[in-house]
């Protein structure tokens, strides 16, 4: 996967919930477990939690703005 791939996927898990949310993670796992070397998987592992910190923010920025 490619550092925006990862990205995206740590978004989309971030915004789901259930059964879709668990599938993405089931995602991230696999491509995790097969990647090589180290270096790779914390490249893989910072790229899903920035994906998912830029969800968290942007739900914060909505709530400012009085979204829901």
Known sequence: MTESQL?????RYERANGARAQALRQCFNTALKQTEPPSERELYIYSFNQGRHEARM???????R???
């Open 7 to 11: 990205i995206t996927l740590g978004y």
């Open 58 to 64: 942007q739900v914060g920025r909505q709530e400012i």
């Open 66 to 68: 009085g979204y829901k």
